[in-house]
């Protein structure tokens, strides 16, 4: 496992069939499932260059894949059969949905909590109006977002839903509000881990948001903590791997400015 996903050039294993692609400007985590039956990606970077990237990139595996220990690029591969069958939006954020129009055009299902397009709607066209204006950090190199057309979801997850791959199930879990108005954590059992976007933060700290509910978000802490083990991985939106312990830590810091 890499100490920082941010590190990482290509589709890195991070848990068992799950990879990370960390995204610049904003080292935003993007991660990809594989399986027999195809593969799940989870959010698509902040703009329609980076979602091309990741697609084209999560097809072509054999150059873009660093194998888990012990297993051999050649079985890594035999996992992968070069079809999405979904991409996860973990929620409405620019820098982790913005590349959702690659996929809309390709015709793969997007999954979205049921508030996503709500979100979009409101914060995300400001979000798109304001960067394709020149309104962004210092050093964030222009034109990024010219070509961004905003896709929200076409599958809507109001509590959970599942989406089955060959024998293996993943679980998504809907909360609201908690980091936003619409956040959504994917559950990969066999790996032992939650994918949580922004609900957890290790590259530094969470960050609130207008419409952040801290008690929401503390409960969805909660939940995510009761639901796992002294071994369970949290695979956030930004930063390397958490375990338990962070995420305590987390929610204590949140509490602490309720």
Not at 148 to 175: D, Y
Not at 247 to 252: D, G, H, M, T, Y
Request: proline residues 5%; aromatic residues 8%.
């Amino acid at each position: 496992m890499p100490d920082d996903p941010a590190a990482t050039a290509f589709w890195t294993a991070i848990a068992p069939s799950v990879y990370v692609h960390a995204l610049k400007p904003f080292a935003v985590n993007t991660y990809m499932i594989t399986s027999s039956a195809g593969f799940v990606l989870v959010d698509s970077g902040n703009n329609a260059a980076q979602g091309r990237q990741i697609y084209d990139e999560s097809l072509t595996l054999d150059r873009h894949l660093t194998p888990p220990a012990g297993l051999s690029e050649t079985e890594a591969i035999a996992r992968q059969t070069g079809r999405c069958v979904a991409l996860i939006n973990t929620h409405a954020h620019y820098d982790h949905c913005f590349g959702n129009s690659v996929f809309a055009d390709a015709g793969i299902p997007i999954y979205g909590h049921a508030r996503h397009e709500e979100h979009l709607a409101t914060r995300g066209v400001l979000e798109l109006v304001r960067y394709q204006h020149g309104l962004f950090e210092e050093g964030v190199e222009p034109g990024l977002w010219d070509d961004v057309t905003i896709a929200g979801a076409s599958s809507i997850v109001e509590n959970q839903e599942r989406i089955t791959l060959g024998s293996e199930v993943l679980t998504m879990r809907a909360f609201a509000p908690a980091h936003t108005m619409a956040d959504l954590a994917v559950h990969v059992p066999w790996a032992n881990a939650w994918i949580v976007g922004d609900l957890v933060e290790t590259a530094g700290e969470p960050s609130i948001e207008t419409d952040s509910d801290l008690a929401g978000w503390v409960r969805a802490l909660d939940w995510l903590l009761a639901c796992g083990n002294t071994a369970t991985m949290y695979l956030p939106g930004h930063g390397k791997p958490a375990g338990p312990q962070d995420v305590r830590e987390q929610r204590e810091w949140l509490r602490a400015r309720m």
